[in-house]
């Protein structure tokens, strides 16, 4: 089945720590995005990716860096620099940048501070 | 800038009830519209979508119709069941901008 993995599950960071969530798809999609999702808030936009070996920063960029080497992976590394990284990570993509097509979600990370 | 708003949750019903979720948006032009669901743990799913005015999305009972004159995009379902307990966003996405703009999302929970 084509879908988007995101892993781990669960992940904890240690003080001045960088850790890297990964986000593999089979869709076959050009667009992959990374949001953070924080308690009853909405999705905000980190780094999202037109193409391979392009990427451009959301609207939470501060603390966060992406790659995206091969189409089918967008890996996000959240940095020491991030001070409040516990949150919700999701994982998306879409077909293209433009028009109507949805976007397809991962199943998150969850990161907490040891 | 665009923008969508929804109404507060959580929204507690009981099994069976009919269901309304609120979300009118601001934006230029003509933008899609989308409700998304989020079961406990899980990602989002998408569960409906409406691209031009009128346009009613549906899916797995539930609907909801694109009002370009009250700037609505109301999640409507008949007949509620438990497991309709999830948490629904609506989003927008603009006719000139790629970038998905999420509502803060409405916690359902249906009580049996």
């Known amino acids: 089945d084509g879908g988007i993995t995101q892993s781990p599950k669960y992940l904890f960071r240690k003080e001045g720590q960088n850790v890297t969530l990964s986000c593999e798809q089979n869709?076959?999609?050009?667009?992959m995005y990374w949001y953070r999702q924080d308690p009853g808030q909405g999705l905000r936009l980190i780094y999202y990716s037109q193409i391979v070996n392009d990427f451009q920063k959301g609207d939470i960029a501060e603390g966060y860096s992406v790659s995206r080497e091969k189409k089918e992976s967008f890996p996000l590394t959240v940095t020491s620099a991030q001070k409040n990284p516990t949150a919700f990570y999701l994982c998306?993509?879409?077909?293209?940048?433009?028009?109507?097509?949805?976007?397809?979600f991962g199943d998150g990370t969850r990161l907490s501070i040891l | 800038g665009n923008s969508v708003t929804q109404m507060e949750g959580p929204v507690t019903l009981s099994e069976e009830a009919f269901l309304t979720i609120n979300c009118t948006y601001t934006?230029?032009?003509?933008?899609?519209l989308f409700w998304y669901v989020q079961y406990p743990g899980e990602g989002l799913q998408l569960l409906l979508k409406a691209t031009k005015a009128d346009d009613k999305g549906s899916n797995k009972g539930f609907e909801a119709t694109y009002r370009k004159e009250t700037t609505s995009f109301h999640l409507e379902k008949g007949s509620v069941q438990v497991s309709d307990s999830a948490v629904y966003f609506c989003a927008l996405r603009g006719d000139s901008n790629y970038q998905l703009i999420w509502g803060a999302g409405t916690k359902l929970i249906i009580k049996p």
């Open positions: 869709l076959n999609h050009d667009a």
């Open positions: 934006a230029t032009g003509y933008p899609s």
């Open positions: 998306a993509s879409s077909i293209s940048r433009t028009g109507n097509q949805p976007q397809h």
